[in-house]
């Protein structure tokens, strides 16, 4: 398997324009976290979710951020308006339960860039 | 609710010196334990882990980690460190609180190792 697949690496876009990051997790895994990762506030769980649904979401800091996951393979992070706070490494990691009954570790991806300018 | 906390935000090292990263949690049910580690510009790697058996873990690289139960704590340490291993280095935690297993990491230490 290639890996958890982000895209893309590098995205700087204007303040107020949309965004779009996205993620492809490792076939068979059934958990799909995303995360944010500041020089501020380090590594932070934005939302997860668990076959195909999101099960947690308190960590999305506003109503400008959304994310979807419409199947097994493909999930995304939107943030409508982008502001320049914004700016951050966002990283997409997946997991299997399997046979570990979940305590096993997450995968992560290559991250997305982004610089909201 | 679960927290991890790497006491030292960067860590200075001669190449071939021994090095011992911290790493605490804080949790009220049986804990998983992780170590990962992030090069330049790219996400994170799985060095390590702990999820019962041996509390001496040992990983990739030359790494190994000991699982504290008592003192809540889960260092890593290699005794002898390369340039190569010059990176930032994230504990992280997992438990059962909610059911899901959900992974909570520290701030990271920086490692940087000086030839």
């Known amino acids: 398997d290639a890996g958890v697949i982000q895209s893309p690496r590098h995205e700087v876009t204007e303040m107020g324009q949309e965004v779009t990051l996205r993620c492809k997790p490792i076939?068979?895994?059934?958990?799909l976290f995303w995360y944010r990762q500041t020089m501020m506030r380090g590594l932070e769980l934005l939302i997860y979710?668990?076959?195909?649904?999101?099960?947690?979401d308190s960590g999305m800091p506003e109503d400008r951020f959304s994310a979807k996951m419409p199947n097994a393979s493909f999930s995304t992070l939107k943030i409508q308006p982008s502001e320049p706070r914004d700016s951050a490494v966002y990283f997409c990691?997946?997991?299997?339960?399997?046979?570990?009954?979940?305590?096993?570790?997450?995968?992560f991806g290559q991250g997305t860039r982004l610089t909201v300018v | 609710a679960q927290s991890v906390t790497q006491l030292d935000s960067q860590v200075p090292v001669f190449e071939e010196a021994p090095v011992e990263l911290r790493c605490n949690y804080s949790?009220?049910?049986?804990?998983?334990l992780f170590w990962y580690v992030q090069y330049p510009n790219q996400g994170l790697q799985l060095l390590l882990k702990?999820?019962?058996?041996?509390?001496l873990v040992k990983g990739i690289n030359g790494f190994e980690a000991e699982f504290n139960k008592s003192q809540t704590s889960f260092h890593l340490r290699k005794p002898s460190v390369h340039i190569s291993d010059t990176a930032e280095y994230f504990c992280?935690?997992?438990?059962?609180?909610?059911?899901?297993?959900?992974?909570?990491f520290g701030r990271g230490t920086s490692l940087i190792v000086h030839p």
């Open positions: 990691a997946s997991r299997e339960t399997g046979g570990a009954g979940g305590r096993g570790e997450a995968f």
């Open positions: 076939s068979g895994h059934d958990y």
């Open positions: 979710f668990n076959n195909n649904v999101p099960i947690d």
């Open positions: 949790s009220s049910v049986s804990v998983y």
């Open positions: 702990y999820l019962s058996g041996s509390t």
């Open positions: 992280a935690v997992s438990s059962a609180s909610g059911g899901s297993y959900i992974p909570t």
